[in-house]
């Protein structure tokens, strides 16, 4: 069953952090447009998921993710992406991850934007996720979602 971290989440450009379930202390760095799907894939539990962030596009996530691969490779396991970390470089991976979360964010719509696409017939919808053992209770994400009109 996936956590509340998931819900609501499907399509975008996502980077994540977890604790493999079949092996000793080992962590996997990937990335994903699907995040419910691949969290299904991995089998990965609710008390697994450390960290998910989602970007702007599958360029800039891309890019992340080589990054975190490439600040990592010294305790990567080869032709994977799964990593030995301590609980230290978990930390850190988890601290960059943020960083770049922030980096990349999209600049917040102006009111006439939201007007605008309101005309469209697209709607700003909120999407709660929860950051399990960071500790933060509930983090507020926004996407837009086109809503179709009842005609």
């Known amino acids: 069953m996936l956590s509340k971290l998931c ?3 499907i399509v975008g450009s996502y980077i994540y952090l977890v604790l493999a379930h079949n092996a000793e202390g080992l962590h996997k760095i990937g990335k994903t447009v699907n995040i419910k799907r691949r969290m299904r894939e991995l089998k990965v539990s609710h008390r697994n998921r450390i960290c998910v962030i989602d970007l702007p596009s599958e360029e800039v996530m891309n890019l992340v993710e080589r990054n975190l691969h490439d600040r990592f490779s010294s305790v990567r396991i080869p032709q994977s992406e799964m990593f030995n970390l301590s609980t230290k ?3 850190d991976c988890k601290r960059l ?3 770049y979360e ?3 964010a999209p600049p917040p719509l102006t009111e006439e934007e ?3 696409q309101a005309k469209k017939g697209e709607k ?3 999407i709660k996720s ?5 500790g933060e209770s509930e983090k507020e994400k926004y996407a ?4 179709p009109s009842r005609r």
């Open 7 to 9: 819900e609501g989440l």
């Open 89 to 91: 470089q978990v930390e």
């Open 97 to 99: 991850m943020k960083g």
């Open 102 to 104: 922030k980096k990349y």
């Open 114 to 116: 939201i007007a605008e």
């Open 124 to 126: 700003r919808q909120m």
């Open 130 to 134: 929860e950051n399990i053992l960071n």
């Open 144 to 147: 837009m979602a086109k809503v």
